[in-house]
């Protein structure tokens, strides 16, 4: 694909709900996946029609009320999954199937007791039904992260010809290292004749803390759709995390690459997830977590005070994030002291400041963080001993 756009789908709705805990009803599902549509994202994976009454009630719902997107509707290689995904989506503006079957040979041997050949028909034969109900079909090969190269490419050639608009190449157990993810999409694009009639799909799970690593290594070999999820949830370790991948490629203009995402709603669609999922980010998350636009050493504290490149490269305006914390403890200076002291309405010169700091480590040394009211009760007693 020459295009430089790369299409975000959002699978919080299917495989971030697999997350212990986090399952959800149709009345939430609607509310995320209009949420989601708000924030930009190309396609909404709403569901397993088949896996409950509840599931294809929701992707039947979220159909009826999506206006922009693809709504998407996942199933196995199975003829009665793909028939009750087309119900599920007939009221979609833009309805995708996404079926699929696993191609590594562990999948093959030891989930299906099967062979490659017979794999490879079913794949076909998966594609051949999703596409008598819908122009758009991806098919995804399951752990294509540990799938032989050489095997892949023939699965990914011969669904294209049976019709698949999408190939997703799922590094499904984490697996991969990012330059053996982009290696297998960048072996697909040079042997996959067919490949200009469709469009690549990283799909990465992050066991090993490398879904956004591989994902971009994806989309710079050739991939132009990323499958993620808010907050990263997902499966085990999570997937992709959406927010991660859409700011990486905000911020390295240099690659050439979009998406459609409007950044300055991803804290407020982060928080949103959190909240109806019930599923805390954790404090040091990228981009949307609570530190991170917060500085606590001295150092850091210094430098972001003189400029705040040195030690941001994001604006949290530009995410939609509070604004960047000098958070105070033992580790700080006294440029962060002053300055805190300043917004609190205090004007102290360089002397008065340094007495302060003597008084202020013996607080911070007994406290992981000094807060206002320490601030104001050490400005206070400083105010009337000089008086």
Known sequence: MSTNKVNIFDTTLRDGEQVPGCKLNTKEKIELALALEDLGVDIIEAGFPISSPGDFTSVNEISKIIKNATVCGLTRAVQKDIEVAAEALKYAKRPRIHTGIGTSDFHIKGKFNSNREDILLRAIQCVKWAKNFVDDVEFYAEDAGRTDNDYLARVIEAVIKAGATVVNIPDTTGYCLPNQYGNKIAYLMNN???????????????????????SIEGVINGARQIECTINGLGERAGNTSLEEVVMV???????????????????????????????????????????????????????????????????????????????????????????????????????????????????????????????????KQHETVEA
């Open 249 to 379: 490629l905000k911020q390295h203009k240099d690659l050439g690459f979009y998406t459609n995402v409007n950044t300055k709603e991803l804290n407020p669609m982060s928080r949103r997830v959190s909240d109806v999922m019930r599923m805390p980010v954790q404090p040091n998350k990228a981009i949307v977590g609570a530190n991170a636009f917060s500085h606590s050493s001295g150092i850091h504290q210094d430098g972001f005070l003189k400029s705040a490149i040195t030690y941001e490269i994001i604006d949290p305006v530009e995410v939609g994030a509070d604004i960047s914390k000098i958070v105070l403890t033992a580790r700080s200076g006294r440029s962060a002291l002053a300055f805190r002291l300043k917004k609190l309405g205090y004007d102290f010169n360089r002397n008065d400041v340094d007495a302060l700091y003597e008084k202020f480590l013996q607080v911070a040394d007994n406290k992981k963080e000094v807060g206002d009211d320490d601030l104001h009760q050490m400005a």
């Open 192 to 214: 996959v004749s067919n490949i200009d009639r469709a469009t690549i799909s990283c799909h990465c799970h992050n066991d090993l803390g490398l879904a956004t690593a591989n």
